[in-house]
Structures are given as C-alpha cells and as structure tokens.
Nanobody
Framework: QVQLVESGGGLVQAGGSLRLSCAASGRGLTSYAMGWFSQTPGKEREFVAAISNLGTTTLYADSVKGRFVISRDYAKNTAYLQMNSLKPEDTAVYYC????????????????WGQGTQVTVSS
C-alpha cells in the first residue's frame, strides 16, 4: 500500500511559479513511477508529467513542455512538479499518482492517487 499527499498548491499570478510536492509513504517506493495529472470541473483527469521509478525517464504533456519539470527525491520519498511561466489555463486540481508499470501518460497505469491540491493562476 502506498499513501500519497500533495502540497504546494495555491494562487499565483500568470507568469509566476509554484512547486508541488507529493510525499509518499509505504513499501517499495523505488519500484513505482510517479505521475502528475490535472483536472478541472466537468473534465477528465489529464496527464501532466511522469517520472520513472529510477528517474531515468520523464514524460510531459505538450502543453507543459519547457515550463514544468518533474523530479523525485528518494531520500525524502517525495516527487515534485516545478511549474514555471504559469498560465490561467493551468488552473486545476493537481493529483499525484504512483504506479508499478513505468512512466506512462495513461491514467490506468497508476494504482495509487493523492487527494489533490488546487492551483489557481490569475490573469
């Protein structure tokens, strides 16, 4: 069993930055890829970024390439999403996820999910 807790969301002006954190607890965390997804009301949860279990592979949605960076700290059992040059359209609830199938853009590739953290970007 893996538990995930996100933090770091908030209100920021367009062009600003935020760093989301995902603290993980449980066994065998280095076996899991980590992903970030976003969701707005009435829409499906969408892929944002993922990092493989060993950190050797990263994936990004086209909409965030060059602006967001995913990373993980094994000593702290924490994954991060550094969000730069934020846009109003980045406003969403951001969810952290963990999965044993490797870094993937697919929601069903992740077994464990956090409760989400709200990011609001004002224009």
């Amino acid at each position: 069993q893996v538990q995930l807790v996100e933090s770091g969301g908030g209100l920021v002006q367009a062009g600003g930055s935020l760093r989301l954190s995902c603290a993980a607890s449980g066994r065998g965390l280095t076996s899991y890829a980590m992903g970030w997804f976003s969701q707005t009301p009435g829409k499906e949860r969408e892929f944002v970024a993922a990092i493989s279990n060993l950190g050797t592979t990263t994936l990004y949605a086209d909409s965030v390439k060059g602006r967001f960076v995913i990373s993980r700290d094994y000593a702290k059992n924490t994954a991060y999403l550094q969000m730069n040059s934020l846009k109003p359209e980045d406003t969403a609830v951001y969810y952290c996820a963990a999965g044993a199938l490797g870094a993937t853009m697919a929601r069903n590739g992740y077994t464990y999910w956090g409760q989400g953290t709200q990011v609001t970007v004002s224009s």
